[in-house]
Every structure is written in C-alpha cells, then in structure tokens.
C-alpha cells in the first residue's frame, strides 16, 4: 500500500521538466567525476601491488565469523589468521546474512561471489543517482550516465569499499532508495529502508533529523518500529550475552575519544571534523570533541533546513544532514562514499553560479582521499621534491583532503540557500 505525501509543498515536478539555470552539459561535473574514477583505478593498483593483504580484509571478518557461528563457537572472538587484530562489529541479528559465505571452501572464493553482489549493488546505486537527475532536467548522455556508474563503483572511496569487500554498497543502496520512496510518497517502504543501514552501523540512524524535518511521521514510526524488532529479534535469537558482548568490543570503542587527545595523529584514516578540533584545542576534554563538532555543524544544516519545497531544495538540506553525519562522527575515509546521493544529483542540478563554483570545487578535492602517510610515502616513491612535504604537513595535519571537500561543499549549500531560496521567501 502506498501512503499519500503528509507535506502538501512537496509534490515534485513533472519527469524531464530541466531547470533551464542548470548546465545542460555540465563539463565541471565530468571532470570531477572522471577524476574520481582515475583515482580509484589507481588505488585499487597501488593496494594490489603494495598491500595484497587488504584485499578482501573485511570480508574475511564476515567469512571466519560466519564459520566461527556455525561451528558454535563466539563469533565476536573470531578473526581471519592474516588480521588477528580484526573482529566482527555489527550487530548479532546481522550475522545470518553473512552465513552463505561459509558455504565457500575458502576466503578467496567468498570474497569472489561477494565482490560480484557488491558491484551489482553500487550499479543499483548508479541507477538510482541517474534516475533521480533525469526526473528534474532532460536525460543524460550515455558519456554522463557511465561516468556516474564508473564513479559509483570506482571512485577512490567507493573502490575501497570493493577491494576490502566491505558492505557499504548495500547500506546506501537501502539509503538510498529510502529517499527515493520518501519523495515519492511511500512513507512506511522508506522507513523500513533508511533503518536497515542504521540497525548495521548506527551512524545512519541520524538520517532520522531529515525525516522528521519532513514531517514524515509513518516514515519514523516505521523505521523505529524495524530498528526496535530486529533489536528484538536478535535478542531473542542470540541472547542477552551476545548483544552485551556487541556493546563492549564494538559500541563502546567508537564512542571513545581518546585518540583524539592532545591531537588526532596526522596518519589517522579518519574524515571528521573532530580532528582539526583536536589540532587547534589540545587541551581539551577529548569527550568534548563530539559535543563541540555537531554544535558548529547544527546552524548549517538549521539553516538548509530553512525551505524544502523544491526537488533541488531538498537535495541540499539531504546533504547537509549526510555531510553533518559523516565528518560529526569520527568516520572512515571510505564513508565518504555516503555523500554520493545527493552528492552527485547536486553535480547536475545545481544551478551556475558560486554556490555550484563551491560545491564542484568540494567534490573534486573529496575525491583525494588521502592522509598525510599517503603523502609522504608517494614523496618517497616519486621525484616529488621534498620541500612539497614541507607545505603539506600542517595542511594534512589539521584536515585530509574529503574533510576539506565536505566544508566547501557545505558552503556552497549555504551560498545556495541564501541566494537562492531565502530570497523567494521573503515577503514583500
């Protein structure tokens, strides 16, 4: 059954109805794009030949727990013999997902067969991205429709995601078409959508803000009422002790903040606004860091969320709420690939002019996801002089490069909302 829209401003426009400000042929979001994926493709190469043990490293987790579970054994104590310090970190209602992979008589061969189901997932993803452009402005090129695919699967974030087997794909493919139903009415499908990711790694559950921004009541009862009886499914088939175990090796240590004392060490893969607090407050409480992050990004996405009528409004206010996710909390590089929608609707819908110059501007430097190990070990392998490592530093020290990208693109949102859309609000 599909429910009627609650917010009457939010009925969207025609199919191919384009904004005529909007590029038709946006070079600036090819570029961006085309980077992403020659990025990827070269950090794919470079981790194969440098690193062939991270090849399939979190899928390893996955296989041996699964093994470890079906033997009667502790999951949460197992941990493939290459990574001994790897263990499994989701919830324990998750792990009958991962059972089939023990079915396989080796890591290798799990890893193959999932890695097939992965790249089905992001071109599901790629699918949503191009639908979702082609609904506000004329259809793309099929250069631009590959472009998006190609970076959906092997941007520099997404193609970490592939290589170690990870399952973030799947979880923004649920996010993903959560919005989707969202906008097109089905509160309570998008609801049950958008609680998957969130009952795996807890972060996306903060999507909520959105929803209830939205007024989509049935969209929030139903994703509580999902994350509340997979919570209780999970109690009732693993036991108390099991879900306390969870608590203790994998809530607990990402809510410690004791890595950013006295300043987040400058090799850290994390992407988080928590790290240029910890290199300009080093005497802070680290407990604060959390606190004082989401306090600086509450005013933007308050103010994205000032008007959410139009398709392109929308998008904005979605990826200030992903962005204010993604670097509040003390996230991975790879989760960067959570920006993606509405990232690369945004790419194609955003009007010319400096909000676009901005965000374009954030999408690009977002694709280089490196830190400042990254940089002093390609110094080292290059002709790069040493003097660039110099300059570096104290840049890759306070932020990396998607930290920096996700301001920019933050504040080209804002640039957007106060020159575009406050402006037709405003009474006369």
């Not at 259809?139 to 590959?146: A, I, N, Q, V, Y």
């Not at 009952?199 to 909520?208: H, Q, R, S």
């Not at 607990?252 to 090799?267: D, I, M, N, Q, V």
Request: aromatic share 10%; hydrophobic share 55%.
């Amino acid at each position: 059954m599909v429910d009627a829209p609650r917010d009457p401003t939010d009925a969207r426009a025609p199919r191919n109805s384009p904004d005529s400000r909007a590029p038709p042929n946006p070079t600036d979001a090819r570029l961006v794009l085309a980077v992403g994926v020659l990025l990827g493709v070269v950090g794919i190469a470079a981790t194969v030949a440098r690193h062939p043990s991270r090849v399939g490293m979190d899928l390893q987790v996955y296989y041996f727990a699964a093994e470890a579970a079906l033997a009667g054994a502790d999951f949460y104590a197992a941990s493939p013999p290459a990574h001994p310090t790897y263990g499994y970190v989701y919830p324990p209602v998750t792990l009958p997902v991962f059972l089939p992979l023990a079915l396989f008589d080796s890591w290798r061969g799990a890893f193959a067969a999932f890695t097939l189901l992965n790249a089905a997932a992001a071109l599901g993803v790629a699918v949503l991205l191009v639908d979702y452009v082609e609904r506000y402005r004329d259809s793309l090129p099929w250069l631009d429709r590959g472009l998006i695919a190609a970076f959906t699967l092997l941007s520099l974030h997404s193609a970490s995601t592939l290589l170690y087997g990870e399952t973030n794909f799947f979880l923004l493919l649920a996010l993903d078409a959560g919005f989707r139903w969202l906008d097109d009415g089905s509160e309570s499908r998008a609801g049950v959508a958008v609680a998957l990711p969130a009952v795996v790694k807890l972060f996306p559950a903060a999507v909520g803000v959105w929803f209830l921004r939205r007024r989509a009541w049935r969209t929030v009862a139903a994703a509580t009422a999902t994350g509340v009886g997979l919570f209780a499914l999970g109690v009732a088939t693993f036991g108390v002790e099991s879900h306390l175990t969870y608590l203790r090796v994998a809530v607990a240590p990402r809510l410690s903040s004791a890595e950013f004392a006295g300043g987040l060490a400058p090799g850290a893969t994390l992407v988080t606004l928590r790290r240029p607090l910890s290199v300009l407050l080093p005497g802070l409480d680290p407990s604060l860091y959390g606190p004082l992050a989401f306090l600086l990004l509450a005013p933007v996405v308050g103010y994205c969320y000032r008007r959410v009528s139009g398709p392109v409004e929308r998008l904005v206010a979605i990826f200030a709420t992903m962005a204010a996710i993604v670097i509040g909390f003390p996230s991975l590089l790879l989760y960067v690939v959570y920006l993606l929608f509405p990232m690369v609707p945004l790419l194609y819908l955003l009007e010319r002019g400096p909000a676009r110059k901005l965000f374009v501007a954030g999408a690009f430097v977002a694709n280089f996801g490196l830190t400042l190990a990254n940089v002093r070990a390609l110094v080292g392998a290059t002709p790069i002089p040493d003097g660039v490592l110099a300059v570096l530093t104290p840049a890759f020290t306070l932020a990396t490069p998607p930290l920096y990208g996700v301001v920019l693109m933050l504040g080209g949102c804002v640039v957007y909302v106060r020159r575009t859309v406050l402006p037709r609000s405003t009474p006369s």
